[in-house]
């Protein structure tokens, strides 16, 4: 694989502070809302909603937050309309980002959007700046446990029904799948005894750009700024940082 999002490994890795769940809960719940709006309340026929619902189970978000998030969606209980909106553009060192944003006033979340990319040497670009570099994928993390042999793995990945296994990451193996099949493919590993500690869809770059020194450290605060937004729902790039600069930044 010539490159992959390694944001979403850093991020799961820092993990979610108990005082930021309510704010991991209110992204997933505006996903759900709106696929739900979108291509209907039912999970097998919406594969948008199947995937946000699996994501959302991972993330331990309790069934009843689910089911209202659904309905607000189909219009059965009042709720929030908010418009999807993609921004892209360019990180401290050239390092392509893209952004996916659901938000009920485009007017407040654009220069806010700006504003970020501007604080941290960025700037934002125009639409289809960057997004040819990305791919729409499933992706799900495994844990490196004793006793966890990759070749063993390897084969309950494609008997599960995954794509591809990638092995770069030191800590986690990174399950690739049609965004349609996440849930299944998540499903199966687990019959077979594997622990999935994530499942998301993710946006994986076609090539990377390799970050150092402050360029590192400016763009892992230009994520951070990103992650925290309460309009921002994801948000990918494709820079690379090695593990010892990761360490020092």
Known sequence: MSGHNKWSTIKHKKGRADAKRGKLFTKLIREITVSAREGGGDIESNPRLRAAVTTAKVSNMPADNIKRAIQRGTGEIPGVIYEEVQYEGYGPGGAAVLLQTLTDNRNRTTPE????????????GENGCVSWLFTRKGLLLVGRTDGLDEDTL??????????????????YFRIYTAPEELHVVKENLEKSGVVVESAE????????????GNHARQMLRLMDAFDDQDDVQNVWANFDIDDEDMEDV
């Open 154 to 171: 390897l084969e309950v990945v494609l008997e599960a029904g995954a794509d591809d296994l990638d092995t770069e990451d030191s800590e």
């Open 113 to 124: 959007v700006r504003h970020i990319f501007a604080k941290a040497g960025g700037n934002l």
């Open 201 to 212: 869809i993710d946006m994986e770059p076609s090539t990377t750009q390799k970050l150092e």
